[in-house]
Nanobody
Framework: QVQLVESGGGLVQAGGSLRLSCAAS????????MAWFRQAQGKERELVAA????????YYADSVKGRFTMSRDIAKNTVYLQMNSLKPEDTAVYFC???????????????????WGQGTQVTVSS
């Protein structure tokens, strides 16, 4: 199984940028669909972005399209989330997750993801 550790969170002003990293160990990310979720205080965890196990398909939530970019580096066994034009409503704990690689598109259901990191806090001030 794979272990996931997020980093890169912090405090940033509205309009700023952050890049989150998710370092995997135990198994290559090349066999997993990978995703970033976030959970704001008092709200349910929601899918932000996902990449298929082949790397060929990406999914973005409507709220982040055009601002966030997900990528992966197989050699480093790491996935990234580049977040630009951040807004106060992007404030949340961001989680990296992995799902067994079946099908060509990354799953969007939270229950499909079996492996989770501990999360990293992103706070966007207005």
């Amino acid at each position: 199984q794979v272990q996931l550790v997020e980093s890169g969170g912090g405090l940033v002003q509205a309009g700023g940028s952050l890049r989150l990293s998710c370092a995997a160990s135990g198994r290559t990310i090349a066999v997993y669909h990978m995703a970033w979720f976030r959970q704001a205080q008092g709200k349910e965890r929601e899918l932000v972005a996902a990449i298929s196990w082949t790397g060929g398909r990406l999914y973005y939530a409507d709220s982040v399209k055009g601002r966030f970019t997900m990528s992966r580096d197989i050699a480093k066994n790491t996935v990234y989330l580049q977040m630009n034009s951040l807004k106060p409503e992007d404030t949340a704990v961001y989680f990296c997750a992995a799902a067994e690689g079946m099908g060509s598109s990354p799953p969007t259901g939270i229950g499909t993801y079996n492996y989770w990191g501990q999360g990293t806090q992103v706070t966007v001030s207005s």
